[in-house]
């Protein structure tokens, strides 16, 4: 089934210590996104990637990065995880930058202690 | 920031009744969409209407859009138990997309 695979769906992680979140999308879209959810703020865009090769800063990109090699794979680093950024983490992607709707990943829950 | 925020913040109703869920937003949109996420799964597209449209129909959802008002409304008529689900609001001006805090609906059986 085409979509979009997220992974690790949950993870428990140390302050201080180094996370990539993987995301992987079947349906050779051309953007794909990062967001993250938290209670009572909806959802935030964190990086995105209009293309293959090209990334750029969301709403709140401070702490993240993101690389896009290929088309179909967008990971989030964590470079040196800080309790709030526990969250949940969503990739999505669409046809073209712009285009909506996208389609969403099912998340990896993080907690960072 | 958000852009929109979604009204009430949690809804509770019976089964066959009709649930409706309100979005206002501060700047100028090109469209505005409403998803729908069940627990623990990520979010799933509803219904797009753009900004030069008022009113929008798919199945049982009905979408309105007042752009002097700032504001949408989603309708979800004759609602079932797996209805149950937060719905987000979302609008895109200029390819900037942002999302509402969310309705939490709860639909009795």
């Known amino acids: 089934i085409a979509g979009i695979t997220q992974a690790p769906t949950s993870q428990i992680l140390a302050a201080g210590r180094r996370m990539t979140l993987r995301c992987t999308q079947d349906?050779?879209?051309?953007?794909m996104y990062w967001y993250r959810q938290d209670l009572g703020l909806g959802l935030r865009l964190i990086h995105y990637?209009?293309?293959?090769?090209?990334?750029g800063k969301g709403e709140v990109p401070d702490g993240y990065s993101v690389s896009r090699a290929n088309t179909d794979d967008f990971p989030l680093t964590l470079a040196s995880a800080v309790p709030s950024q526990t969250s949940v983490y969503f990739c999505a992607s669409s046809p073209t930058w712009g285009v909506v709707p996208q389609h969403f990943g099912d998340g990896t829950r993080l907690s960072i202690l | 920031s958000q852009q929109g925020e979604e009204d009430p913040q949690a809804l509770s109703i019976q089964e066959g009744e009709n649930a409706t869920m309100n979005c206002s937003y501060k700047?100028?949109?090109?469209?505005l969409q409403w998803y729908r996420q069940n627990s623990g799964r990520g979010l799933v597209h509803l219904i797009l209407?753009?900004?030069?449209?008022r009113e929008k129909h798919s199945g049982r959802l009905r979408v309105t859009l007042d752009t002097s008002k700032k504001s949408s409304s989603l309708l979800i008529t004759a609602s079932r138990a797996a209805d149950t689900a937060s719905y987000f609001c979302?609008?895109?001006?200029?390819?900037?997309?942002?999302f509402g805090a969310g309705t939490r609906l709860t639909v009795k059986p």
């Open positions: 990637s209009n293309t293959a090769g090209t990334t």
């Open positions: 349906m050779r879209h051309n953007a």
């Open positions: 979302a609008t895109d001006n200029n390819n900037d997309m942002r």
């Open positions: 700047t100028s949109i090109n469209n």
């Open positions: 209407i753009r900004s030069n449209e």
